[in-house]
């Protein structure tokens, strides 16, 4: 079945402890991207990847960190976590065919709490 | 399950009954549209897609409508089902990019 699988599906941590949450897609995809999801907000992007080794930032980076060593992996890093990172968070993949877009699609979520 | 549909507008419609979810995009410049479903507790699920050469697009009970001019986007399901219930958002591509951005949602819920 063609998906993007995220774990952990929920994580309770404290403020500054590093953690690492995997994102892995097996339809070949080569963008790759991170949002979080806050009420009352559209999802905001964090990172993008359009390839192996290729990362950037989206709208929302400050204090997170990913990398792209291979295709179907996509972690997200957060090495100091703090509390306003306490959020729903979202891998999400797609083709990348020229000029034609393809849509994005989306793991199942992590519910990150940092207290 | 999640709580990121706190202070979504919310449609109301019978079951049997069409609705209609409508979308104000923000980009001129955008050239992709597409709706997605999120279900309490999982990740977005895509619905259906548009590109700007379009006006209208029809999927198996769902339809979908752009109007560059007004820049505003709507999503139509016939005979709205209770498995229908969930928050539905639109998303924009800005061309030349894959940048997107996303709507802040709309909740539906279906009355039996």
């Known amino acids: 079945e063609a998906q993007v699988t995220q774990n952990p599906r929920y994580l309770i941590t404290v403020t500054g402890k590093k953690l690492t949450v995997t994102c892995s897609q097996n339809m070949n995809h080569e963008y790759m991207s991170w949002y979080r999801q806050d009420p009352g907000l559209g999802l905001r992007q964090i990172y993008y990847?359009?390839?192996?080794?290729?990362?950037d930032k989206g709208d929302v980076p400050e204090g997170y960190k990913v990398s792209r060593k291979e295709k179907r992996n996509f972690p997200l890093i957060l090495e100091s976590p703090s509390p306003n990172q306490t959020s729903l968070y979202f891998c999400?993949?797609?083709?990348?065919?020229?000029?034609?877009?393809?849509?994005?699609?989306f793991g199942n979520g992590t519910r990150l709490t940092v207290t | 399950g999640e709580s990121v549909g706190l202070h979504l507008p919310t449609l109301s419609v019978q079951e049997g009954d069409n609705s209609i979810i409508n979308c104000a995009y923000s980009n001129s410049a955008s050239d992709y549209f597409i709706w997605y479903k999120q279900e309490s507790g999982k990740g977005p699920q895509f619905i259906i897609d548009i590109r700007s050469n379009m006006d209208k697009r029809q999927g198996q009970r769902v339809t979908v409508l752009l109007n560059k001019t007004v820049k505003h986007l709507s999503l139509q399901i016939a005979a709205t089902q209770p498995g229908d219930s969930a928050v539905y958002f639109c998303?924009?591509?800005?061309?030349?990019?894959?940048?997107?951005?996303f709507g802040t949602g709309t909740r539906l819920k279906v009355l039996a």
């Open positions: 990847s359009m390839n192996v080794e290729v990362t």
């Open positions: 999400a993949s797609s083709l990348v065919d020229g000029g034609v877009s393809s849509p994005l699609h």
């Open positions: 998303a924009e591509k800005v061309e030349g990019t894959y940048k997107y951005i």
